[in-house]
């Protein structure tokens, strides 16, 4: 007996000393990001941004009182390496988010992984659409909120009637080439004035291409090239350019994977008055940006810049610690519930909002390049809800999108039915 009442009262000594230990378990958060290779230009501040907004929320008490704990991991611009790291950060390192990934084939080698172990996922970059997970939150721009208005802005204000549309040789440039040759049909271009060109990843010889570029206004008609080049891709594409003696007068490049950080490492004498496509610049005008901007600065330097991805970080870490407050748990399927119709300030002075198809409601920005490497904001909209499946492509107009009430990312309005398998582009 005396036996049996010590060791129950070792046992609930022990339970007593367990309890709160266990509460305060910090809350893990995955970083994936390449770190090394190609898109390390562009990756590596996203690393950073998710550490000082880790940071800063630990410093305001962490959330429901648990302290975060960031786990980098290093994909190596590999893309089979998405997949290996996203399984190791989920099973061996036990996340509880993950916030991660830039081009759409990492985000795509890691989707099966996050959908198989139920894993969950903030992608923060703009990306071509035809895809929505329950696994992953897609706080980049779609196709709506970036390339169809760029689009219209070369139609509409430049004039442009023979379009270049180059892009770096994945889905991402693949697909959104696919929908903008399409819309741009719709509109009335031709197809022999639109010139279709792909490089890989890391590709400096643009002479060439350059030239070829040159040539397609020989007829005397406006040229504009869209820009899908990704990565450190763009230093050589854009050095050609001005070697070539080539001018936005000339022939205006609207770029979509081309901000702030990218633009750090060139002279960009030569390229002001080119254009980029995003939700956010750096000269935004509003007082939580210069708030943001001098925290970064304070934090990573003053030589920094921020940029468009690093935003879409911020908008989805603040949802994700909304989400989790509410739902008093880190259980993916709880938050991904406290997910829908979350609102959180955005730095162009709006407010960002999560639709139940997993994108955010989100302005669409075209800025100019100045000589300073930043952007002179000449075209602003209000708030445009994303769209996961393109309105341009007959196969993806009668789909839908909806997990709070259909449970489906992938719905036929057609037939009324769930699809469950996901496109192929």
């Not at 339970?15 to 305060?24: G, K, Q, V």
């Not at 449970?407 to 009324?416: E, F, L, S």
Request: aromatic share 10%; charged share 20%; glycine share 8%.
């Amino acid at each position: 007996m005396t036996f049996t009442k010590t060791a129950l009262a070792a046992s609930l000594a022990f339970s007593a000393l367990a309890a709160p230990a266990f509460a305060e378990d910090p809350i893990k958060v995955g970083v994936l990001h390449s770190l090394s290779g190609t898109m390390a230009i562009s990756e590596t501040t996203l690393k950073d941004t998710m550490l000082m907004l880790i940071e800063e929320q630990n410093k305001a008490g962490g959330i429901n009182g648990r302290m975060l704990e960031a786990v980098v991991v290093d994909p190596a611009s590999d893309w089979p390496l998405f997949a290996e790291k996203a399984r190791e950060l989920l099973t061996v390192e036990d996340v509880d988010v993950i916030f991660g990934s830039w081009t759409s084939v990492s985000r795509k080698s890691a989707l099966p992984v996050l959908e198989e172990l139920n894993g969950l996922m903030f992608y923060p970059v703009q990306y071509e659409g035809e895809e929505s997970s329950k696994n992953v939150f897609y706080t980049g721009a779609a196709p709506n909120q970036q390339a169809i208005p760029a689009t219209d802005y070369f139609l509409d204000e430049l004039g442009v009637e023979k379009f270049a549309l180059l892009g770096t040789d994945y889905v991402y440039p693949r697909t959104t080439n696919n929908i903008l040759e399409s819309y741009l049909q719709q509109k009335g271009i031709a197809a022999e004035d639109i010139f279709v060109n792909y490089t890989p990843f890391g590709h400096s010889d643009w002479s060439k291409i350059v030239a070829d570029v040159v040539a397609l206004g020989a007829d005397g008609k406006k040229v504009g090239v869209i820009s899908t080049i990704n990565g450190d891709a763009n230093i050589g594409f854009y050095k050609e350019l001005a070697a070539a003696g080539v001018s936005a007068d000339d022939i205006p490049v609207v770029a979509f994977s081309v901000g702030e950080e990218e633009l750090s490492g060139l002279d960009t004498t030569n390229l002001v008055g080119h254009l980029a496509a995003w939700n956010y610049f750096q000269s935004a005008d509003s007082e939580l940006n210069d708030e943001f901007i001098a925290k970064w600065k304070a934090f990573a330097g003053e030589d920094r810049v921020t940029n468009d991805p690093m935003e879409a970080h911020v908008i989805g870490f603040n949802m994700y610690v909304k989400a989790v407050e509410a739902a008093g748990t880190t259980d993916v399927d709880a938050v991904r519930e406290a997910m829908y119709g979350l609102e959180v300030p955005n730095l162009t002075g709006g407010t960002a909002v999560m639709l139940p198809n997993h994108h955010l409601a989100k302005p669409v920005l075209i800025g100019e390049i100045q000589d300073d490497g930043q952007f002179d904001i000449i075209s602003q909209t209000t708030e445009v809800p994303g769209d996961a499946w393109t309105d341009f492509l007959p196969e993806s107009a009668v789909l839908k999108s909806d997990w709070k009430e259909l449970g489906c990312g992938m719905y036929n309005t057609d037939t009324n039915t769930c699809v469950q398998i996901q496109s192929n582009y």
